[in-house]
């Protein structure tokens, strides 16, 4: 099983919404990353979780709150969004140390925020 | 930030012709990785060459790695309307695998 599965695939919210996204892996994986994409611009990195602990932070801002609560989950709440954050939001998982550097990618999340 | 240009932006070409995009980037790296991304989905990782190679295939696939220039290129043989999507180089510049940056990007369409 290569997949990673991102719920939903679409959501609307409004700027004083609280909403969730989920992600989920069974490859083993103990390296998870959201990412944030543009229309027609490259996907930008978000966070990094390590063996379930935040290790890498973007200096992305507080209305984005990533959790990992097991090594096969990843959330990302989000809360007072504005206009500018509706994209396409990426979850991947890799592996640690040997192999690593192949990230697997989910459908992703496509957010419309009005 | 943005590691690397890609070039061309968009490339459109015809079935049964080669596909060439180049990638370059500022700082060193450990080893340079291709991903393709279907329209609006997420991406697909298809060949990743470290950095003391200089070429490597895969399938239809070839990619050329120059650190002395700080560039690479993916050629796709033989295209098919079905590798119409984007693609994207990334780089581990930072020093950390788990830290991509990606390039801009080339839209390829392969008209059938």
């Known amino acids: 099983d290569t997949e990673v599965t991102q719920t939903p695939k679409h959501l609307v919210m409004g700027m004083t919404n609280k909403k969730s996204l989920k992600c989920e892996q069974h490859m083993g994986h103990r390296a998870m990353y959201w990412y944030k994409q543009k229309a027609k611009k490259p996907p930008e990195l978000m966070f990094v979780y390590s063996y379930e602990k935040l290790s890498i932070n973007e200096s992305v801002p507080s209305r984005f709150s990533p959790e990992c609560p097991n090594s096969s989950l990843l959330n990302l709440h989000l809360h007072a969004l504005q206009p500018e954050d509706s994209a396409l939001y990426l979850c991947?998982?890799?592996?640690?140390?040997?192999?690593?550097?192949?990230?697997?990618f989910g459908a992703g999340t496509r957010l419309s925020v009005l | 930030s943005q590691q690397g240009e890609e070039d061309p932006q968009a490339l459109s070409i015809q079935e049964g012709e080669n596909a060439t995009m180049n990638c370059s980037y500022k700082t060193s790296i450990n080893n340079l990785q291709w991903y393709r991304q279907n329209s609006g989905r997420g991406l697909v990782h298809l060949i990743l060459?470290?950095?003391?190679?200089r070429e490597k295939h895969s399938g239809r696939l070839r990619v050329t790695l120059d650190t002395s220039k700080k560039s690479s290129s993916l050629l796709i043989t033989a295209s098919r309307a079905a590798d119409t999507a984007s693609y994207f180089c990334?780089?581990?510049?930072?020093?950390?695998?788990?830290?991509?940056?990606f390039g801009s990007g080339t839209q390829l369409t392969v008209l059938p």
């Open positions: 990334a780089t581990d510049s930072s020093g950390s695998a788990r830290q991509l940056t």
């Open positions: 060459i470290r950095s003391n190679e």
């Open positions: 991947a998982s890799s592996q640690v140390g040997q192999g690593g550097d192949i990230q697997y």
